[in-house]
């Protein structure tokens, strides 16, 4: 059963190459006024807006995926496309107007959202460090963190079915709450989603893709496990395997090949769990 499921894993490497060809040549299939509109929008947002952050077109459907103070949330394109192609020389007030609407009406503030109406939703969410210095560590706005190792950390979010709320150092402020508080917290939200498909990894190899936005997450899940090969390659990935019987050299490899590819990249290391800690894996050659 390792053999095949090491032979998935690489697979998987090959599926992932072609999606992200596929999404890369996404932008090629609208129609040339729509594919400028999007251009536009991304430069403008780049340029006029650094709060905000375009995170990608959304599958079958016209709307994109913005980051904006650090909060993911979708926004439909049809209305802004529609001002822009008549309005042309408005575009950077449109987009001005836009962002302010998302501000006012599609973000959960921290000043508005109370703990009691968070508590369910929050969930714990494993990222590089990388990713957390990117998104700003500094002031209120800064995202609450725990270190798992030198490599990765676990961010926090309010998430719902419409939006995703990072968790900053405003909300702790506001709810009264330590980082402990909302890691425990969260770690119990976690468990509620089901550990199907973890059960055996003790015994065989597991590679999990729930689509929940959760599965990479679930390595916090397994860390009672020592003696596990673990990859998080992309926020979407979790392959987890007892060490005996793997080619180190060429998980090490296939991970660092599906992170380069991912859409939402964590880490292209092999890490092994050993006394409850996620330590990286050296290659042995």
Not at 95 to 104: A, G, P, Q
């Amino acid at each position: 059963m390792l053999l095949w499921l090491g032979l998935g894993w690489v697979g998987l490497a090959l599926i992932v190459a072609l999606m992200h060809h596929r999404l890369q040549g996404r932008a090629t299939r609208y129609p040339p006024q729509v594919a400028s509109f999007v251009l536009r929008l991304e430069n403008e947002l780049d340029v006029a807006h650094p709060a905000v952050r375009f995170m990608g077109m959304l599958p079958d459907r016209f709307a994109c995926l913005l980051s904006v103070d650090g909060q993911e949330t979708p926004v439909g394109l049809h209305e802004a496309f529609r001002q822009a192609e008549a309005f042309p020389e408005s575009f950077s007030q449109l987009i001005s107007n836009l962002v302010e609407d998302i501000r006012d009406v599609g973000l959960d503030r921290s000043d508005e959202l109370e703990f009691g109406a968070a508590a369910p939703l929050l969930m714990p969410q494993v990222r590089s460090r990388e990713w957390l210095i990117a998104q700003g560590t500094f002031g209120d706005s800064g995202l609450i963190h725990t270190a798992l190792n030198e490599d990765l950390v676990v961010v926090y979010v309010v998430d719902d079915e419409s939006s995703m709320l990072f968790v900053c150092r405003a909300h702790l402020k506001r709810w009264g709450r330590s980082v402990v508080d909302v890691h425990q917290l969260s770690l119990a939200n976690l468990a509620k989603l089901g550990v199907r498909g973890l059960d055996a990894v003790a015994a065989d190899a597991v590679l999990m893709q729930s689509g929940d936005g959760f599965d990479a997450t679930r390595v916090l899940l397994l860390q009672e496990h020592d003696g596990l090969l673990v990859a998080v390659p992309d926020r979407d990935i979790l392959w987890a395997a007892p060490e005996a019987g793997q080619d180190v050299d060429a998980l090490i490899g296939t991970t660092a090949s599906i992170a380069q590819r991912a859409s939402h990249p964590v880490s292209g290391k092999l890490f092994r769990i050993s006394d409850g800690r996620i330590e990286p894996v050296r290659s042995p050659a």
